[in-house]
């Protein structure tokens, strides 16, 4: 029994573990969610009778398929592929497509599930699902690459579409990949149909901002939390975990907005650059070598490399994660809290686990959660699908001032949300309600479908 839970939520949340078993992030994605609507339920006592909770945590359609390819060697290999379609109240399903060797159906469904309402709180018209394949990317030959992502679309194009599911990237998935897999979708269709991914190459309609979304939209939204506390990004020492897309990106607006990142990392350790990083040197080892992140540290000597390190033991007052899921824990909350750190902004998707979000918010640190801090990225999308649908292109100035208002949108939707059911300053309560009220509505308006 989880205290924190409402009676009437608790056998839900046990119906999902057991309907789900093993699936340990999705139960710990639902759970986080769950804990917070007890008190949507009292003013809202439809929501029960139309069982609108069991509804949102059993997905619309799941689809599991083999990836068969040949390699570079000439040797056959078999992945397996996933799209999760999990709620289509607000438009057609929308997220990223993840290959990581770790993906299996648990994590599709914690990313699907989580992006229902992180796509709620854009406020743009789009659903929730997640997809992906336990392919491994590293250090395969861009052919390679190619013959996987054409595999896969093989199977997936059936499923997708501009009116019915638009996938984009995700870990180990970018613009090659993105490009590979336009590519077999409208050879197999005959359709030029860009709405059909996002994510997509500037001249052939992807949006400016795009690439730069995620990053930039976490950091505004940091920005906004500081903000409320009378702060500012100027001046203020940072950590950015990771050094994929979202983390260069994050680097990039902390800089233009007067900070210093003094971190980064991948999955084999953490450099750290007093100086703070340069980020011409991190865009040329990853963008265009595909180097590890460790090159930094041979190409500067003002650097170290940590190999196998903790980057939460590096000293900062804000830190963004942006690698993976549960790369914070609790101990490492408490060593952040303790080496002053004011703010946390999760360009990741659930990067803190349980134990460490207590930490911050019984700290009392300013915490954006990544279902809300994040949406920069898929909220571009949508503004990538808008141009499309009209066969328009924006250029940067205004798609990226789009990005910013959409972000103060969603911070302050989070904030005064929280703030009307009693958890000022708690963006976690906030971003939970405000994107599941958002969704519960269109549900109930839509009948039992
Ligand atoms: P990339 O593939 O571009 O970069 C991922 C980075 O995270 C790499 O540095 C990678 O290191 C590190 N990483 C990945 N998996 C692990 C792991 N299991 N343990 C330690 N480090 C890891 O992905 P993105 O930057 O696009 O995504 C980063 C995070 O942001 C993810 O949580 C994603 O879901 C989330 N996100 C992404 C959005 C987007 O638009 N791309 C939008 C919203 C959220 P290595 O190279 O060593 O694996
Ligand atoms: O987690 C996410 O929001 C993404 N990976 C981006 C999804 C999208 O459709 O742009």
Redesign the pocket.
Same mark, same amino acid.
């Given at each position: 029994m989880s205290p924190a839970m409402d009676e009437k939520i608790e056998p839900i949340y046990q119906s999902v573990i057991a309907r789900n078993p093993g699936e340990t992030e999705f139960h710990q994605a639902v759970k986080e969610v769950l804990e917070t609507l007890g008190p949507v339920l009292v003013k809202n006592p439809e929501f029960a009778h139309y069982k609108i909770i069991e509804r949102i945590c059993e997905p619309e359609r799941q689809i599991i398929f083999r990836v068969p390819w040949v390699d570079t060697h000439g040797k056959v290999q078999i992945n397996r592929g996933f799209r999760v379609e999990f709620n289509s109240a607000l438009g057609p399903y929308k997220g *990223?497509l993840?290959f990581?060797p =770790?993906v299996y159906l648990g994590i599709v469904k914690f990313?699907g599930f989580e992006q229902i309402f992180k796509n709620a709180l854009t406020g743009l018209p789009i659903g929730g699902g997640k997809g992906g394949s336990d392919f491994d990317p590293?250090g395969k030959t861009d052919g390679d690459i190619m013959r996987f992502c054409q595999s896969f679309m093989t199977e997936l194009y059936r499923h997708i579409g501009e009116h019915t599911d638009v996938p &984009?990237? @995700?870990?180990?998935v970018?613009g090659r990949e993105i490009g590979f897999m336009f590519g077999m979708y409208k050879r197999i269709t005959n359709q030029w149909e860009a709405g059909v991914l996002t994510g997509k190459g500037l001249n052939w309609g992807g949006s400016l901002v795009r690439t730069e &979304?995620?990053g930039y939209g976490a950091t505004f939204f940091v920005d906004e939390m500081l903000k409320v506390r009378k702060d500012s990004f100027d001046g203020k020492t940072c950590v950015v975990s *990771? =050094? *994929? %897309?979202?983390?260069i990106y994050t680097i990039e607006k902390i800089h233009q907005l007067g900070g210093k990142v003094v971190a980064c990392? @991948? =999955?084999?350790g953490y450099i750290y650059d007093a100086n703070g990083i340069d980020l011409a040197l991190v865009q040329q080892i990853k963008e265009v070598e595909r180097r590890r992140i460790s090159a930094y540290a041979d190409e500067r000597k003002s650097a170290k490399y940590v190999a196998g390190g903790n980057i939460w033991e590096v000293p900062c007052q804000v830190a963004m994660p =942006? &690698?993976?899921?549960n790369?914070i824990n609790g101990k490492d909350a408490a060593t952040l809290v303790k080496n002053g750190c004011i703010a946390v902004g999760e360009?990741? %998707?659930m990067?803190t686990t349980p134990e460490g979000v207590k930490v911050f918010l019984e700290a009392g640190i300013a915490y954006g959660p990544?279902k809300a801090a %994040?949406a920069g *990225?898929?909220a571009t999308s949508a503004l990538e699908m808008q141009q499309n649908a009209c066969r328009d292109s924006w250029d940067f100035e205004y798609t990226e001032n789009r990005l910013q208002k959409i972000m103060e949108n969603i911070h302050r939707d989070c904030y005064n949300t929280a703030e009307e059911y009693g958890a000022p300053g708690n963006y976690v309560v906030g971003a939970n309600i405000a994107g599941f009220i958002k969704v519960s509505r269109a549900m109930l308006a839509m009948g039992v479908v």
């Open positions: *990223g993840r990581h =770790s990313l590293k &984009a990237g @995700d870990i180990g970018g &979304a995620t *990771g =050094s *994929g %897309n979202v983390a990392s @991948d =999955s084999a =942006s &690698a993976t899921q790369e360009g990741a %998707n990067p990544g %994040n *990225g898929v």
